[in-house]
């Protein structure tokens, strides 16, 4: 009798362990929307003068997506889903000069707009459908300081920029848990 109600206790407790455990997923199959498959990625605009500077970012964000997500990058009219983005300026801030006024470090930024949407039209965020609307577009930020006395220029420290916007982008991308 005591084997079998410890018996029970045992079975009954694994049961309700692995109840729990139901909705938990493994893999990294789970990080990302199911019902998404493919992304199209048009060329960032910028409103920036300096040059390139969408099509660095959009080069990025492809790699980006491709490496590290299970999305394939493809043309328009086949894509599950559009990821658009807006450079909506850039910004150079000197950090630190000498007193001969040389900068010693500075300090560059992209902000950008970015949204993500369905086939449909409606925009994906954290797995709730929200019909699209400009105001509703995530900004994204990217920093850099770069330090000129040891070779970097401005064009160094957009590529750190864009490197970290294309990394928060695509974590953007995931499904929450």
């Known amino acids: 009798m005591k084997l079998r109600l410890s018996t029970a206790v045992v079975l009954s407790m694994l049961v309700l362990s692995a109840s729990g455990c139901a909705r938990y997923q493994i893999g990294a199959d ?3 929307p199911a019902d998404v498959a493919t992304v199209h990625v048009p060329i960032f605009e910028s ?5 390139n500077l969408g099509e660095r970012l959009t080069e990025a964000v492809c790699k980006r997506i491709e490496a590290e997500s299970n999305y394939k990058v493809v043309r328009s009219g086949v894509a599950d889903s559009t990821l658009a983005g807006r450079i909506i300026h850039d910004r150079k801030r000197v950090l630190i000069e000498n007193r001969n006024d040389d900068v010693r470090e500075v300090e560059t930024s992209l902000y950008v707009q970015v949204t993500w949407t369905k086939r449909d039209g409606t925009l994906i965020a954290q ?5 699209v609307d400009p105001a ?5 930020l990217g920093l850099s300081s770069v330090v000129p006395e040891t070779g970097q220029s401005i064009a160094t ?15 953007m991308m995931e499904a929450p848990w």
Request: aromatic share 6%; no cysteine.
């Open 47 to 51: 409103d920036s003068f300096r040059r």
């Open 127 to 131: 797995n709730a459908m929200i019909p």
């Open 30 to 32: 789970t990080l990302y």
């Open 136 to 140: 509703l577009a995530v900004d994204v």
């Open 157 to 171: 420290g957009h590529q750190k920029a864009i490197d970290r916007l294309a990394a928060q982008i695509v974590g």
